[in-house]
């Protein structure tokens, strides 16, 4: 009965495994990242996949930003400040951030803040 | 997230996670999700990354970030980290960097350069515990040999704690949420108490891939953030990752 009582704890769950059922969605594709290649180059392949998921993603990104600042500021200002912020990144890190950008299409500032959410998020 | 380091009774051992992201990101009225977590499932994706033809280290991440949250050194160690929540967070590190005060590194790119150049499991411990960072956070390390797994709780500065797995102790397993582990979690949140019960429950002498899947399937610690689950074993090298669920009822963190 305590499951249906938040939080919902359950008796430990048993044979879940191999994966299946309403708590398993999908599995993962693989993909390989050839450190051989230049950086800029080196995620060409996953982000041609993912192009896609990427923009749905930055896009509620922006639409969450908005809700907070209407104006649509917030994403100016991330637009304008964080690809020069990006030039301050070590490399390898820095050329494959403007690489995924290059390929997918998407503004350098946005990729740049995605590549940093877990500084941005730890308060 | 919930990470957990086990080593079972031939002391091979085995990583486990659950990442979950987005909470307080947009919730979906409609589907009882969050917004963020939900579009971040899409871009899950297994890496293996390749030097001279060889793998150098393998992750579970996101298509378009390039630092890592999860991954695996095959025959060497296995790395996750959870967020650990402050007020002197990385927004302050963030601060500091545009001012040009740039000693600290980035956490995802710490764990990635790890993952690519740590040549043992103590020199992974090693660059966890001693490198500065914009932002804290908690390493969990598992090795390949018999007590070789350990919570490292850090602060932007320093290594506050070094909890290691002690077979002779009873401690045949490490559990991280995102809490400190000397200090009870937020009641709201417990995710350790339920995964801490399920993981006794299973036993040192039955803890295998399998069980350590139900034991991060089980709810709360399957919640509506979790986005994926990673299971690893050093000695073989194996990464494996699924794309989760949570049906209703679930706490939605």
């Known amino acids: 009965t305590t499951q249906f009582i938040p939080p919902y704890t359950e008796d430990c769950r048993t044979d879940m495994y191999p994966p299946k059922g309403p708590t398993f969605r999908s599995t993962v594709s693989w993909y390989t990242i050839d450190l051989d290649l230049p950086p800029h180059k080196r995620w060409t392949s996953v982000i041609k996949d993912k192009k896609k998921d990427l923009d749905d993603m930055i896009q509620a990104v922006r639409d969450l930003a908005k809700a907070f600042v209407p104006s649509g500021r917030l994403i100016e200002l991330v637009d304008i400040s964080l690809p020069l912020m990006l030039n301050t990144l070590p490399n390898p890190f820095r050329d494959e951030i403007k690489g995924i950008a290059s390929d997918s299409g998407i503004p350098l500032g946005e990729i740049t803040l995605f590549n940093i959410f877990y500084e941005v998020f730890t308060v | ?253």
């Not at chain 2, 002690?166 to 397993?173: A, I, Q, T």
């Not at chain 2, 399920?198 to 899947?213: A, D």
Request: charge should be neutral; aromatic fraction near 10%.
């Open chain 2, 1 to 253: 997230c919930t990470s957990v380091v086990a080593e079972d009774s031939k002391g091979n051992l085995l990583h486990g996670r659950n990442l979950d992201f987005g909470l307080f990101m947009g919730w979906d009225l409609k589907n009882k999700s969050w917004i963020m977590s939900e579009k971040l499932k899409p871009l899950v994706v297994n890496l293996d990354f390749r030097r001279n033809n060889k793998t150098v280290f393998k992750s579970t991440n996101f298509a378009g970030y390039v630092g890592m949250l999860t991954g695996i050194r095959p025959h060497l160690f296995s790395l996750t980290m959870n967020e650990r929540f402050s007020l002197d967070g990385g927004y302050i590190g963030i601060l500091e960097w545009i001012l040009g005060q740039r000693d600290g590194m980035w956490m995802s790119f710490l764990t990635r350069s790890v993952l690519e150049n740590a040549t043992s499991y103590e020199n992974a411990r090693s660059l966890l515990a001693q490198t500065k960072l914009l932002a804290p956070a908690y390493f969990i390390l598992g090795g390949n040999q018999s007590g070789q797994g350990c919570i490292i709780t850090r602060s932007r500065e320093l290594s506050l704690d070094l909890l290691e797995l002690n077979v002779k102790l009873g401690r045949w397993y490490v559990l991280e949420t995102n809490y400190d582990h000397w200090e009870d979690p937020f009641f709201l949140d417990d995710r350790r108490t339920p995964a801490m019960t399920c993981m006794n429950m299973t036993t040192q002498n039955n803890i295998s891939i399998k069980t350590l899947y139900d034991v991060l399937s089980t709810k709360p610690v399957l919640n509506k953030l979790t986005t994926y689950t990673t299971l690893m074993q050093v000695s073989n090298g194996n990464l494996e990752s699924y794309i989760r669920d949570c049906p209703n009822p679930c706490m939605p963190w």
